[in-house]
């Protein structure tokens, strides 16, 4: 069963996304805030992350940075908001990430993404 | 003794010699203040002496100053000045030595030369081992006899004290105490004086009091409302995480089409229905809604707005609006606008005139989404002006809408209201409407002077050269401000048949600003021209100065 970090401090978001993932038999870790995510990040060896981008500690830019350096081969997707700078998404993607998923999103969709990340 | 002297003296004295009093009356017999009160009056005991005593020492201290006795025995020395059969003779000569300098001097009692106490005077007297001697040769006039009997009663030291024409401020402390002691109470305060002390003091105290309890209601409305907002705070947690998973399951196990067969029964029972009649729980379940409403897409925005209404959550939201609170209205504005909750309309619609600025607001905000009105009347008709914030929230959702088809924004150029037709002239700019500017050049030869700057600008940003006759027509004006933007959209025009004219608009007397706008139009229009003139005129006022700042690349957009 693989494994999917998904750091993000909307608590309803987040239990739709891991309701949704764990139909397609994910197993699912969550982190509320960076700081949390970060330790998550270094003690579940995640197969994939899902991160969201503006986060109480730390933000998702540092997560990717962070994700980067502990678990390089973790392929990211950055789930965020369209009102985002332009710039940050754009760092994200020299970061590393793999693929940006802007707010508001179709859940179904989101987990086609996973699925075709994983596979790879 | 005058009682009302006493009062005065007292009021004059301080705290502590207030409490010095009290604790004096606690203490003192009657007869020891007789005693010590016959002393002072120059009253002699047989054998009995008194001395000033300035020191002690353990050791003897050899050399002591001329006029002091040094007394020794095995225990201590003692710096003794003078010996006298009269108390008050000691106690003057105590009070002289205080005055050149000598700190703390006091007066001890010697009976046979030997020191003893006062209290041992005082007994040796009663058990009449000594005599108290009233008529000393050097005292008292006559008839003061009979008062200073060597045991007075309570009733003698009054008379005595009534009688005597005594200072008060001549007296200390405790000789006060002694006369303030044998002195029957006698209020000094009238009746009528008293009652009004007291009802100032009864009007201090109630407003104290009503003060220290009105402190109390608000610690405790403060201590009782935190506790409350905790309660809540708590209570609302709960909720959402009893809502989580049965959201999830609508959400994720059920088809869109399942949920719009379901009935509200069957809705409900994806919920604990204790909890449905709860309004705090109804409340987190819209906020719930809502907040997914925002984050999904697709067919969960459907399925959303499905389990809302099938909630009949559609229906507290609505009711909102006949709140009195302005808040709570705005919230089920944002929930009717969210929920797309298109029969409330007409309810808005009477609430896009409402006097509250935010309920105004969001109304409109709502109708600009919902109201199937493409002349957007209710915007129109607004009676009152609109703020630059509301200009922004209006232009995000008619730049949304457009997208989808075009708004139609003639009405709102025919308004009454001068701020939303300067706003229609602003959308027809920011979402290019060039079918617009023909209505704008009507509009324009009775429009005020912010509207027809606006209109300038919005010609310029088109680029509707063939309104460029419109555009002059505000060199006839005598606004300056409205001159300069006639003059600055005909620089971005560029139409050289208007040389002539800006030309002779610069040989006139205008100002500084006026005159740097034509001249920045003329050399966008035609730079050669512009040199020619400029040189040729280097002597009018401004213009070498204009030219120099226009060259200047630093300063083109200053």
Known sequence: MKNILLIEDDVLISTMVKFRLNKDGYNITVAEDGNAGMEAIRNCSPDLIITDVMMPFKNGIEIINFAQQYKPECPIIVLSSLGEEEATVMEAFNLGAADFVPKPFNPNELAIRVKRLIKN | LEVNNLSVYLKAKNFRSMLLLFLIL?????????????????????????????????????????????????????????????????????????????????????????????????????????????????????????????????????????????????????????????????????????????????ILLGILGIFILFSLGLVVAMIWVKRMNKIKHVLKEKYKAILREPLSQLMFDQETEDIKAMSYEQIADFFPKELLSNKL???????????????????FKDKIKMVYRKLNLHTYSIGKLKSRKWGVVTKGLVEINEMDLEEAVPKINSLSQHRNFY???????????????????????????????????????????????????????????????????????????????????EIFPAA???????????????????????????FAENSEELKISAAEA???????????????????????????????????????LYEIWANDHLATPYVGLIQRHLEDRSLVNV
């Open chain 2, 448 to 474: 005020e002077v912010a509207e027809k700057k606006e209109i300038v600008r919005s010609f310029a940003a088109l680029h509707a050269s063939s309104y460029a006759d419109v555009i002059v027509t505000c």
């Open chain 2, 26 to 202: 606690a203490g003192q017999t009657s007869y020891a203040q007789t005693l010590i009160q016959q002393l002072r009056k120059g009253c002699e005991i047989e054998g009995v002496t008194f001395s000033v005593q300035v020191a002690a020492w353990d050791e003897d201290p050899k050399n002591i100053s001329a006029g002091f006795i040094l007394d020794c025995d095995q225990v201590s020395c003692k710096v003794l000045y003078g010996s006298y059969t009269n108390y008050a003779e000691a106690l003057n000569a105590r009070d002289s030595l205080e005055k050149i300098g000598h700190k703390g001097p006091w007066v001890p009692f010697f009976h046979n030369d030997k020191s003893v106490s006062y209290e041992q005077i005082r007994a040796m007297v009663r058990r009449q081992e000594l005599q108290v001697n009233c008529d000393p040769p050097s005292l008292q006039p006559a008839g003061t006899q009979e008062e200073l009997t060597s045991s007075p009663s309570l009733e003698d030291s009054v008379h005595t004290a009534e009688t005597a024409a005594f200072q008060v401020d001549e007296l200390d402390e405790e000789s006060l105490v002694v006369k303030a002691k044998s002195a029957p109470f006698k209020p000094f305060y009238k009746l009528k004086s008293r009652v009004m002390d007291d009802l100032k003091l009864i």
């Open chain 2, 281 to 299: 729980f109804r409340q987190i379940i819209i906020n719930e809604l809502i907040s997914l409403n925002k984050s999904f897409k697709g067919e």
């Open chain 2, 490 to 528: 005909l620089g971005i025009l560029g139409d050289k048949d208007l040389v002539p004219l800006i030309l002779k608009e610069l040989e006139g007397e205008i100002g500084f600003q006026y005159k740097m706008s034509l001249m920045k139009c003329l050399k966008s229009i035609d730079t050669v």
């Open chain 2, 359 to 441: 309920i105004r607001s969001y109304a409109v905000a709502t109708l600009l989404n919902l109201s199937n009105d493409k002349n957007l009347t209710y915007l129109a008709n607004q009676s009152y002006p609109l703020s630059r914030w509301q200009q922004i929230t209006y232009l995000r959702i008619i730049r949304y809408l457009s997208k989808k088809e075009q708004v139609k924004l003639s009405y709102l150029l025919d308004s009454k209201n001068v701020s939303v037709r300067i706003f229609a002239i602003k959308l027809v700019n920011l979402l290019g409407r060039v079918d617009l500017l023909e209505k704008m050049a």
